[in-house]
């Protein structure tokens, strides 16, 4: 009965703390994303063992159409530009910049066909999401030991041109919000090179217009992914994989700085 009696005051509180508590909200936000997120993944489970009889990058295919609507939840918008650049056929290697968990929700927004990702290791275990993760066909590598790593992108590169598939892969490696794109690891690369596919950059504008982990602000806000022309790799070897990574590099950081100027200056900073 005291529960019962508690209710309602508490429902009242939480439109209350809505509006009035920028940290209630960032917290909420990140919960419900999660929560949410675990959720369509154990709905996922059953359709993709369903439709393709386990593991199998077809199933991104289910998995993208599950998660797209998750962004209008969290009041998120996305302004997406140089889509022709993946109508590319065959394999191909996408790099792309990594700011946080919501980058998944950019990626499944523009994820082509027979797409899957590389993974650190550890997300196998984050409960049903790693499932759905491994029954997409998602490769997972132990970044703590560089020589298992390096084995697996070796297993990719080949499996990408056997069965056909493309892999999306970021470079820096972690997560970021610094501001600036942190130095590109080699792996990628190597992939594109030993596997002689194109590289396809893709560019998320900041975050920062609308979110902040440190102050605990999330707000709605646009996001702006610029698909950049594909970068070929034919007749390359790993001598030149050097120069290829400053080559991404320069455009990805410029591209990064322009859009996400121009996202700041249409909705403004977030406040803090």
Not at 50 to 72: A, F, P, T
Not at 74 to 92: I, K
């Amino acid at each position: 009965m005291d529960v019962l009696w508690m209710a309602p005051p508490l429902l009242l509180l939480f439109p209350l703390l809505m509006l009035t508590s920028s940290t209630f909200v960032f917290y909420f936000k990140k919960f419900f994303y999660v929560a949410w997120m675990m959720v369509l993944a154990l709905l996922a489970i059953p359709l993709c063992f369903l439709k393709s009889g386990g593991r199998d990058v077809e199933n991104m295919r289910l998995i993208r159409s599950l998660v797209r609507h998750v962004k209008y939840f969290l009041g998120l918008r996305f302004d997406v530009s140089g889509w022709e650049h993946l109508q590319t056929e065959g394999p191909y290697v996408i790099i792309s910049n990594h700011q946080s968990s919501l980058d998944v929700l950019g990626l499944m927004e523009i994820l082509p066909d027979r797409c899957t990702m590389i993974a650190k290791k550890e997300l196998i275990y984050a409960g049903t999401v790693g499932l759905i993760c491994w029954l997409g066909g998602i490769v997972f590598i132990n970044r703590k030991k560089p020589n298992d790593a390096k084995s697996v992108m070796i297993d990719a590169s080949k499996t990408m041109l056997d069965d056909k598939i493309r892999l999306w892969v970021f470079p820096e490696g972690t997560r970021n919000q610094t501001g600036n794109l942190l130095p590109f690891k080699k792996g990628a690369f190597h992939l594109a090179v030993q596997a002689q596919v194109p590289i396809i950059p893709i560019v998320f504008s900041s975050y920062s217009g609308f979110y902040l982990r440190k102050q605990k602000q999330f707000n709605s806000g646009t996001i702006r992914i610029k698909i950049l022309p594909k970068i070929e790799t034919k007749g390359l070897t790993s001598d030149d994989i050097p120069s290829l990574i400053d080559k991404s590099f320069d455009l990805m950081n410029s591209s990064f700085h322009s859009i996400s100027n121009s996202v700041l200056h249409s909705n403004g900073p977030c406040k803090h």
